[in-house]
């Protein structure tokens, strides 16, 4: 049986939790955030090859190209800006487009992965900085 003191402690005690949960609450008064968006990585480069498909020539791609990949084609680097089933879309350095038809296929040459150029991306960082 609950006596009157124990209930009326038990009603202030989780009346106050909502309170304590609160993520200002344990903040220092006189701090702020700073959000921080630069962050380099490191983009996946591959050597690939044409090959003659009958009458055309089509570029030998690996199974899993993606966007933002570069490709050394000609002794020249390309990022992929779109991926399709039959073509894909690069930039060239002076940020002209070409479509190009590919083929899906993993070969020794495309395999390997070669030391890519960096880039930035934002990514928030949250900071915690004394006034």
Do not use: C, Q
């Not at 490191?42 to 090859?49: K, L, S, T, W």
């Not at 350095?93 to 150029?117: C, F, H, Y």
């Amino acid at each position: 049986m609950l006596r009157r003191r124990e209930f009326l402690a038990m009603l202030l005690a989780s009346s106050a939790v909502p309170a304590l949960a609160h993520p200002g609450l344990h903040r220092h008064p006189h701090r702020r955030r700073r959000w921080r968006r630069s962050n380099r990585r490191r983009r996946i480069r591959r050597r690939v090859v044409w090959r003659a498909i009958g009458p055309r020539r089509v570029l030998v791609v690996p199974l899993a190209v993606a966007v933002g990949w570069e490709l050394l084609v000609d002794d020249r680097v390309v990022v992929v800006h779109e991926v399709h089933e039959s073509h894909v879309v690069v930039k060239h350095s002076d940020e002209k487009t070409e479509r190009i038809e590919v083929a899906k296929e993993d070969t020794p040459e495309n395999t390997e992965e070669l030391e890519g150029s960096e880039y930035e991306v934002e990514e928030e960082v949250e900071e915690e900085v004394a006034d």
